[in-house]
């Protein structure tokens, strides 16, 4: 006979917030005027999980019509028993994409509840690799003016003390490149000689364009090319590694553990990006790691921070973690107990139980879109 579950999910609720962005953004390949969070809370036993996503606002409706169902009354301390069971049910609906980050959003939160109730800090959990994560700055859209840019920049370095920093290129889908270079050259003089710049183009280059102005980078100093070519393209990826200095990452876009295995199957990355609120939660999270350490490659955490940064912390081949601007804006507003980057790391707190943070309904009402 089954025992009673120690923790059973007793309901589930799902809110999206549009929360437009402080001035129009754009990267490579997309622009923005505002960034779309999905909270869930789970509630279990006497305790409650709070997770989230970034990502459309049908998430929040696809949680409360499709997994509320499949986790109701199962035990959120076996949370890799729901997160199979969630990845069973969405089959039909295409598990990677908005099901796969209301997945993750929903295995997050059981993860936060479980915690809770052990009276623990997530990453404790998990148990720790790193006790601290070092981060970098990351933003640097192209709409930036020179001013806006500098700014940022110097409050990344000054401020936060981070060790790199990350700025987009590939403008209008690689039609510009004569000012990516300009604004990369313009970064490294801001930061001087002894931060790491990195780039992110956001697979707005072609591959041979992409070398051309990796050339141009490795003049430059950059370390981190990051998608120089779209990331479905692995041949693409590759060629580029091949021939340019600077390492190439991709990976964020993961939704399920072959990705990543294929990814790295083909040489592709010289450092796998595993985001926690897109690739199926905590559990999918170092399930990706194992795959990457087994290839013998470091991971990157790819934003929603405060959430990566206990995966981070519990994960022996972690890199960094992407501070990434939209999300650490959001989450300091609308989140209690949001962490903070002092001297270019973050420490999850271990004092606090689950990620330590409560959502704030009421400030974030005004934004509210299901
Ligand atoms: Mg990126």
């Known amino acids: 006979m089954q025992a009673a579950p120690a923790l059973p999910v007793r309901g589930t609720d799902a809110r999206a917030y549009r929360i437009p962005t402080e001035v129009p953004e754009a990267d ?3 622009s923005w005027t505002d960034t779309t969070l999905v909270v869930v809370r789970v509630d279990a036993g006497e305790t409650t999980g709070l997770g989230y996503t970034y990502a459309d606002a049908a998430c929040a409706d696809f949680i409360e019509r499709v997994l509320a169902a499949v986790i109701a009354g199962r035990d959120a301390l076996d949370v890799p028993a729901a997160w199979a069971a969630m990845r069973s049910a969405v089959r039909n609906q295409g598990r990677p994409g908005l099901a796969g980050c209301a997945i993750s959003a929903v295995e997050t939160a059981l993860w936060d509840a479980a915690a809770r109730a052990h009276g623990s800090a997530l990453c404790r959990l998990f148990g720790r690799a790193h006790q601290s994560v070092p981060v970098y700055g990351s933003g640097g859209f192209t709409t930036y003016d020179p001013r806006q840019s500098e700014a940022q920049l110097r409050r990344w370095v000054e401020e936060l003390g981070v060790g790199a920093v990350k700025i987009k290129i590939g403008e209008d889908r690689g039609t510009a490149v004569r000012r990516d270079l300009e604004r990369v050259a313009r970064a490294r003089s801001t930061v001087g000689e002894d931060v790491a710049v990195f780039v992110d183009a956001n697979g707005g280059y ?7 102005v990796g050339a141009e980078l490795d003049g430059l100093g950059v370390s981190w090319f990051e998608e120089p070519v779209s990331s479905d393209d692995l041949d693409g ?21 072959p990705y990543f295995a294929d990814m790295l199957a083909a040489g592709a990355v010289d450092c796998l990006q595993v985001d926690v609120t897109r690739c199926g939660g905590f559990s999918a999270w170092f399930r990706a790691c194992a795959v990457a350490a087994a290839a013998n490659m470091d991971v990157s955490a790819h934003c929603a921070q405060n959430l990566s940064a206990h995966a981070a912390a519990a994960t022996p081949n972690t890199r960094h973690l992407e501070w990434f601007r939209d999300h650490e804006r959001i989450e300091e507003t609308f989140f209690a107990g949001a962490l903070r980057v002092t001297d270019g790391a973050v420490r999850p707190d271990i004092s606090a139980p ?16 299901a």
Do not use: I
Not at 246 to 256: F, H, I, N, Q, R
Not at 357 to 367: H, I, R, T, V
């Open 206 to 212: 072609g591959t041979k364009q992409a070398v051309r």
């Open 354 to 369: 689950g990620h330590g943070m409560e959502f704030k309904d009421a400030d974030a009402a005004e934004f509210r879109v």
């Open 28 to 30: 490579g390949t997309l």
């Open 237 to 257: 990826l590759c060629r580029v590694r091949d021939r340019v200095g600077a390492d190439v990452a991709a990976g964020e876009y993961g939704y399920d553990l």
